[in-house]
Structure formats: C-alpha cells, structure tokens
C-alpha cells in the first residue's frame, strides 16, 4: 500500500511538471524536532501561499532501519507515504485541501529502532492545484535547521548555472567550500577530492589493502585512496603513482565514476557514439574511450561549446562546478 501510494504521489507530482512552473522564491527550510533521537518529527517551514502536494528527500547519517512514519496531517483527505533508498528517505504528502497551515506543513514523526541525525535535505517539490492552473515550486537543497541560506558562499549565486548543484553537493557533503566563504566555482578538482567524496558517499569504509601507490602519503585522503584501488575503482599511473593532488580530467573523472557505478552494480551497458557528437572525440586515451561513451550516453558529462563547435575536452580538467554537476547527475538519474 506504501508503495502504491508514493507511486500515486509521485506520478501526480511528475505529471504537474507538464504545466509551466513557477520560479523558485526564497527556499523553504525544514525544522526537525527530537534530532538525534529515535523519533523526530519533520515539518517544512518558510512556505508562501497554499500547497497541496510535497516531495522531500531527507539524507540521514545512516541507512534507515525499523523506521515508521506518522502523518501528522489531519485532514481526513490527505494522504503521506516515504520510500528508502540507501540513507536517504523520501517524504510524500498530498491531499484534496492545502496541506500546509501558514507558513509551516507539518509532515509528520518518524520514528526508527535506533538514534538517527537528519543531515540535509534535497529534492523539494510543492505544487498547488488550482482549477485550470497549477504553481510548482522546486529547491535542489534547503536547510535543515534554520531558516540561513542553504549556501554560505559568496561566490555562487542564485543567477549561475551551478547553483543549484552546488547546493545539492554542499547541502549532501559531497563537497565543501575552500575557506573564507568560497566555493570556488571554476577552481579545479584533484585526483585525491574525487576519491574522497566516494568513499564518503560509501560511509568512509576502512579496508586492510596494502597501499600500492608510492606516493600517497599519510594524508587526510590516504583510506579513501586505499579502498578505491582495493575496490579496482582506482588504477593509478604506470610508474605506481596515483597523483593525488594532480587536477582530475575530464576523461579521468568519467573512468572513476564508471568504475564506482560498476562496483555498486549499476547499469553501464550505455554508449555515445563520441565521434558523431565531437570534432575532439579522437583524443579520448584508450582507457577512457569506453567510460566517456557511458558518460555522456548518460548525460553525466556533455560538450564544452567554443567557437561555434562542441568539444568534448577529454584532457581537460573538470572545474568544481562541473564536478558538482556531475555528482548531482550521478546521485539523481545512476544511483536514484
């Protein structure tokens, strides 16, 4: 029956889509009550107007277990429901009336078999159905805890296009800034960052592998750069180095995250014909011909537009703005 009724609410919320939608206002923030306990109950605060139907993801500190959730909305026409997908837990609700009272919708109380945090939350969707028109409203990422900006760098606003996958990134610790309030947007990402934000993703696992790389010292990304070559996600140079601080490419990034995806189990049968898209397909190394046909067949990483043409840059290095593109692609349509 949960099933059916997240499917249900999904499927009204996804088919609103068709109608034009509304633009994002100032982002909603969600207040949870009880945080670190075994029962806490989630309300999203901030709203403006009148919703009927919600969608929020909630990414918690571990893989839910034993967990219930308790509609806190009274009206006997509304509905909620939640599905699970690794740590993160998504938030249904919708109903005939407006199911929020002011600025506040009170979800309801989830209660699990231990102690849990609610560490961001992503995903959010409002609609409000009114006869012949509907407002939709979505956030790639709100606060959790207040009603602060989700982003707190003064290098990323709400005009460029990376906004939002910054948000997811920042608001899902995959990525944080550089210090003094920066994000650096068009900073770029090394070998060893990369590596790191998947062993987070994985819950920072420890692994008994003899470290094959020589110059990999102890380091802050030392058992992330361990589990990554014990797991073949990570294969390093010829001369048994792996470069951790070297800037990652744009074709060495495709490789490693089709490595990860294939480690998990995922679907990787995909590819681009390359050589039809980009005049700069033939400089792709043989290792990553593969990796980067998925890649972009994934619509994980797309052309680089100079000078009238699309190029595929294979050699060149993936700013962190593209690298929170690519994470938040890869989180929402490979790993979903």
């Known amino acids: 029956m949960k099933r059916f009724l997240s499917?249900?609410?999904?499927?009204?919320?996804?088919?609103?889509?068709?109608?034009?939608?509304?633009?994002?206002?100032?982002?909603?923030?969600?207040?949870?009550d009880g945080q670190g306990t075994a029962s806490q109950t989630i309300t999203l605060r901030g709203l403006s107007g009148s919703f009927d139907s919600a969608q929020i993801t909630l990414t918690l500190d571990k893989a839910p277990s034993g967990?219930?959730?308790?509609?806190?909305?009274?009206?006997g026409d509304a509905h909620t429901a939640f599905t699970i997908s690794g740590s993160s837990i998504t938030l249904y609700a919708t109903s005939r009336n407006q199911i929020n009272q002011g600025d506040a919708l009170q979800l309801?109380?989830?209660?699990?078999a231990g102690s849990f945090k609610v560490l961001?939350?992503?995903g959010v969707k409002l609609l409000d159905l009114e006869a012949g028109s509907t407002r939709e409203l979505t956030y790639a990422a709100v606060g959790v805890g207040g009603p602060s900006a989700a982003l707190p760098f003064t290098d990323v606003k709400e005009k460029d296009w990376?906004?939002?996958?910054?948000?997811?990134?920042?608001?899902n610790q995959l990525m944080n800034g550089v210090g003094g309030g920066l994000f650096s947007p068009g900073g770029t990402t090394t070998r060893g960052m990369i590596v790191t934000i998947l062993w987070r993703m994985e819950g920072e696992p420890v692994v008994n592998y003899l470290m094959p790389?020589?110059?990999?010292?102890?380091?802050?990304?030392?058992?992330?750069?361990r589990w990554a070559s014990s797991e073949k996600i990570v294969n390093g140079y010829t001369d048994k180095t792996f470069r951790p601080n070297a800037p990652i490419t744009r074709e060495q990034m495709a490789t490693i995250l089709y490595n990860y995806a294939s480690y998990k189990g995922y679907d990787v049968s995909g590819r681009a014909n390359l050589s039809?898209?980009?005049?700069?397909?033939?400089?792709?190394?043989?290792?990553?011909?593969?990796?980067?046909?998925?890649?972009?067949?994934?619509?994980l990483i797309n052309g680089v537009a100079d000078e009238g043409s699309t190029f595929l840059q294979p050699q060149g290095s993936a700013t962190r703005a593209q690298v929170a593109a690519i994470l938040m692609r890869f989180q929402q349509s490979i790993a979903s």
């Open 120 to 122: 961001s939350a992503s």
């Open 7 to 32: 499917l249900l609410l999904a499927a009204a919320l996804a088919a609103a889509l068709l109608i034009a939608p509304a633009a994002a206002s100032t982002p909603p923030w969600v207040q949870v």
């Open 162 to 171: 990376f906004y939002d996958e910054v948000a997811y990134v920042h608001t």
């Open 67 to 75: 967990f219930q959730f308790a509609q806190a909305l009274s009206d």
């Open 276 to 299: 039809a898209q980009f005049p700069d397909a033939g400089k792709v190394s043989g290792y990553a011909a593969a990796p980067l046909a998925w890649a972009n067949h994934a619509k």
């Open 108 to 112: 309801g109380t989830l209660t699990a």
């Open 213 to 225: 790389f020589t110059d990999v010292p102890a380091s802050w990304y030392t058992e992330a750069v």
